[in-house]
C-alpha cells in the first residue's frame, strides 16, 4: 500500500492522539468524516496501527526503576532461542525484548518497583537454561522517550 500525504498525517495524528475522535481527525486532515473514517480503517486493515493504549507514568505508578539487561547465551540452537524468547516475553516486568548483533544475544528493558524488586527479577531470569552471561545497567535518567514514529522522513523520502 503506498501513503499519500494524507494517510501520513491520519497517522501522524493518530500515533499522538488515539482518542481523538473521527470527526475531529477529519477536521484536521481537511476531509469529511465519512472518507476519513474509511481511510483510518484501510490503514487498520492493512496493518499500520498495532491498538490504542493509554501510557502510564513509570514513575507515578511505582516502577522508577528502569535497567537494561544484556544477554548471551551458551549456546546458538533455534529451538533453546525459541523457547528462551517464549520464557522472557511472557514475563510483565520486560517492556522490551529485542534480538541483537554484536557482543551479546538479546536486551531486555526492565521495570522494576526498585533494586529489590529488579533482585528477584534477575533471581528469575538465572534460572532460565541456556544464558552464558548477563550484564545489567541502571537508567539515571530518562532523557528522550517517544512513541510516535518519525513520519517526516517519510514525506521528504525519494519516490513519495
Known sequence: MTLDSIDLEIISILQRSGD?????????????????ARRVKILEDAGFFRGKVTLVSQQAIGLPVTAFVQITMSRQKREKLSRFEEIISSWPEVMEFYLMTGDFDYLLRVVATGLDGFQEFIAKLTDVEGIGQMKSSFALKQVTYRTALPLDQLRSSPGR
Open 20 to 36: 481523538i475522535s473521527n470527526v475531529e481527525l477529519a477536521e484536521r486532515v481537511a476531509l469529511s468524516p465519512t472518507p476519513c
